[in-house]
T-cell receptor
Framework: EDQVTQSPEALRLQEGESSSLNCSYT??????LFWYRQDPGKGPEFLFT?????EEKEKERLKATLTKKESFLHITAPKPEDSATYLC??????????WGLGTSLAVNP | EAGVAQSPRYKIIEKRQSVAFWCNPI?????LYWYQQILGQGPKLLIQ????????DSQLPKDRFSAERLKGVDSTLKIQPAKLEDSAVYLC???????????FGQGTRLTVV
């Protein structure tokens, strides 16, 4: 059964304290892994798509990496404005998007 | 480029009443999704359209929920009659195809009392 597990559920960091969020997945034939950011009261905002193991993508303080079993979202020197819930979703051969429950990130000034 | 537009932003109704949500996707996007998101959870797919045809509605409670996408552009999602457990945020998203990244609207927060 296709499955996505995100950890930790919640993370509190001090401004400038780098860390990583994890997205572990089980899917039949990975077509894509997607990272989104969601602010309270808003729809998810697209961040990255990763298609194959070894692929990496960066945007400002965020860097996403992918292996055959998991993806990491690395946050370097985070700022308070990076506080949000980060969602991971995977799409397999059946083309259905399977979503994780998200990691709630709080960055204290 | 204009994003996904949804209305209304908020809606409060009594149980057993009906409600409808509207979505206008990004121009040129063939795929449209309706999701239900309960606080603290990831989005749950209700229905996926490819142009004006239904691709996946396996998790749509068809006894009370209905959706249509006329002319392959705008879409409406209706709930009739509403139950307390339908209280959630209803998100519309669109993508160029069914295997590319999806872009979301702001959502409609529904409260059923």
């Amino acid at each position: 059964e296709d499955q996505v597990t995100q950890s930790p559920e919640a993370l509190r960091l001090q401004e400038g304290e780098s860390s990583s969020l994890n997205c572990s997945y089980t899917v039949s034939g990975l077509r894509g892994l997607f990272w989104y950011r969601q602010d309270p009261g808003k729809g998810p905002e697209f961040l990255f798509t990763l298609y194959s193991a070894g692929e990496e993508k960066e945007k400002e303080r965020l860097k996403a990496t992918l292996t055959k079993k998991e993806s990491f979202l690395h946050i370097t020197a985070p700022k308070p404005e990076d506080s949000a819930t980060y969602l991971c979703a995977v799409q397999g051969n059946n083309r259905k998007l399977i979503w994780g429950l998200g990691t709630s990130l709080a960055v204290n000034p | 480029e204009a994003g996904v537009a949804q209305s209304p932003r908020y809606k409060i109704i009594e149980k057993r009443q009906s409600v409808a949500f509207w979505c206008n996707p990004i121009s040129g996007h063939a795929t449209l999704y309706w999701y239900q998101q309960i606080l603290g959870q990831g989005p749950k797919l209700l229905i996926q359209f490819q142009n004006n045809g239904v691709v996946d509605d396996s998790q749509l409670p068809k006894d009370r929920f209905s959706a249509e996408r006329l002319k392959g552009v705008d879409s409406t999602l209706k709930i009739q009659p509403a139950k307390l457990e339908d209280s959630a945020v209803y998100l519309c998203a669109s993508s160029r195809t069914g295997i590319t990244e999806a872009f979301f609207g702001q959502g409609t927060r529904l409260t059923v009392v």
